[in-house]
């Protein structure tokens, strides 16, 4: 299975901030990574598709990067309504795995 | 207006069983792949199964793999994950997600889950 590493796994961060978030995948993925963000008790809302796609109607502050095994997600400019947990997702192959999470809160 | 809705969740006994259900509306339910995943109390993502649209072929991660079994009814635009044999580990929310491919501008062909129901709960205790 492809393990996915996610850093930090938490951050507090005031509005306005640049904000990055990297992924690390235990093998070669090409750029087969997507980004979600998840809000408490609602499900996960994908941003980035294949490393560096955004998703419709998600705001262009949001960016991804990278390929192979280094991928990166940044903020540019945090926004009140960007609290929330964050995770990458490898679609190289089965099972689909997910990173442990970067929890990131508005100071 | 794309919405999941999964229901049957609740407490289960260790070694009794589950039915969970996701009905889906706003898309032609047939010919999407359709995923559960789940997330353990204060744990991250973990996927469960994925079925095609036929409902021809299936896959299931290693840590559920002959007690769980996904299925749909494409003329009621629902999915359903039976969950046999239950563990304490298998206490989780419970996600079902349409597997959607997209392209990027050279023609690559991405999949994603997009988008997720709200979750149901399933507690595995005596």
């Known amino acids: 299975d492809i393990q996915m590493t996610q850093s930090p796994s938490s951050l507090s961060a005031s509005v306005g901030d640049r904000v990055t978030i990297t992924c690390r995948a235990s093998q070669t993925i090409s750029t087969y990574l997507n980004w979600y963000q998840e809000k408490p008790g609602k499900g996960p809302k994908l941003l980035i598709y294949g490393a560096s796609n955004l998703q419709s109607g998600v705001p262009s502050r949001f960016s991804g990067s990278g390929s192979g095994t280094d991928f990166t997600l940044t903020i540019s400019s945090l926004q009140p309504g960007d609290f929330g947990t964050y995770y990458c997702?490898?679609?190289?192959?089965?099972?689909?795995?997910f990173g442990q999470g970067t929890k990131v809160e508005i100071k | 207006e794309v919405q999941l809705l999964e229901s049957g969740g609740g407490l289960g006994q260790p070694g009794g069983s589950l039915r969970l259900s996701c009905a889906a509306s706003g898309f032609t339910f047939s010919i999407y792949a359709m995923s559960w995943v789940r997330q353990a109390p204060g744990k991250g993502l973990e996927w469960v199964s994925t079925i095609f649209g036929s409902g021809g072929s299936t896959y299931y991660s290693d840590s559920v793999k002959g007690r769980f079994t996904i299925s749909r009814d494409n003329s009621k635009n629902t999915l359903y994950l039976q969950m046999n044999s239950l563990r304490a580990e298998d206490t989780a929310v419970y996600y079902c997600?349409?597997?959607?491919?997209?392209?990027?501008?050279?023609?690559?062909?991405?999949?994603?889950?997009?988008?997720w129901g709200q979750g149901t709960l399933v507690t595995v205790s005596s």
């Open positions: 997600a349409r597997d959607q491919d997209y392209y990027d501008s050279s023609g690559l062909v991405f999949r994603a889950f997009d988008p």
């Open positions: 997702q490898q679609s190289y192959s089965k099972p689909w795995t």
